[in-house]
T-cell receptor, first 114, second 110 residues
Framework: DTGVSQNPRHKITKRGQNVTFRCDPI?????LYWYRQTLGQGPEFLTY????????KSRLLSDRFSAERPKGSFSTLEIQRTEQGDSAMYLC????????????FGPGTRLTVT | AQRVTQPEKLLSVFKGAPVELKCNYS??????LFWYVQYSRQRLQLLLR??SRESIKGFTADLNKGETSFHLKKPFAQEEDSAMYYC????????????FGTGTSLTVIP
């Protein structure tokens, strides 16, 4: 296992289009997190899963964003009707256990909305 | 509300000089504090967490609940320490979410 992977690494899309990103966590990790990072900012929490259950979702998260983790393994993050403000790096992280544990981050997917 | 503040966006020190990256937080309850580092062209990785009380790559950080701080320190900076450093907060009161600061870019001048 080489760590958390994310695909695609880069995505350029036109405003109004839908995009979907994938995250494959470390295999034995039951928690999976999604973050968004814009220039000059730290990662901003979006949502997280424990196994297949989505336990928390940021209040700042627009209804255009949805995430799934159907079998408790990989996860997808979909953004519908993209806006220029959605341009950011989308990070995925995974951790094990049910408490506060170290998160292992993926390389991120850079989204550019034109 | 939970918040992490890193007051310095940029910090430059000379090689061999001491370095301190500041982190202040607000949290009601017992926080878990972390420092993450991102080297150029690499992914975010954990540097250290307060409960382990370890020294990683010569860095240490002490949780000061009275001052609500978790500053990162190293007595002698090395060129390879140049990176982006993020302080992060989590805990039961955050629903195990992580809150990150805005980061400090450290440059060690040879």
């Amino acid at each position: 296992d080489t760590g958390v992977s994310q695909n695609p690494r880069h995505k350029i899309t036109k405003r109004g289009q839908n995009v979907t990103f994938r995250c494959d966590p470390i295999s034995e990790h039951n928690r999976l997190y999604w973050y968004r990072q814009t220039l000059g900012q730290g990662p901003e929490f979006l949502t997280y899963f424990q196994n297949e259950a989505q336990l928390e979702k940021s209040r700042l998260l627009s209804d255009r964003f949805s995430a799934e983790r159907p079998k408790g393994s990989f996860s997808t993050l979909e953004i519908q009707r993209t806006e220029q403000g959605d341009s950011a790096m989308y990070l995925c992280a995974s951790s094990k256990g049910t408490g506060v544990y170290e998160q292992y981050f993926g390389p991120g997917t850079r989204l550019t909305v034109t | 509300a939970q918040r992490v503040t890193q007051p310095e966006k940029l910090l430059s020190v000379f090689k061999g000089a001491p370095v301190e990256l500041k982190c202040n937080y607000s949290y009601s309850g017992s926080p878990e504090l972390f420092w993450y580092v991102q080297y150029s062209r690499q992914r975010l990785q954990l540097l250290l967490r307060h409960i382990s009380r370890e020294s990683i790559k010569g860095f240490t950080a002490d949780l000061n609940k009275g001052e609500t701080s978790f500053h990162l320190k190293k007595p002698f900076a090395q060129e390879e320490d140049s990176a982006m450093y993020y302080c992060a907060l989590s805990g039961r009161n955050t629903g195990n979410q992580f809150y990150f600061g805005t980061g400090t870019s450290l440059t060690v001048i040879p």
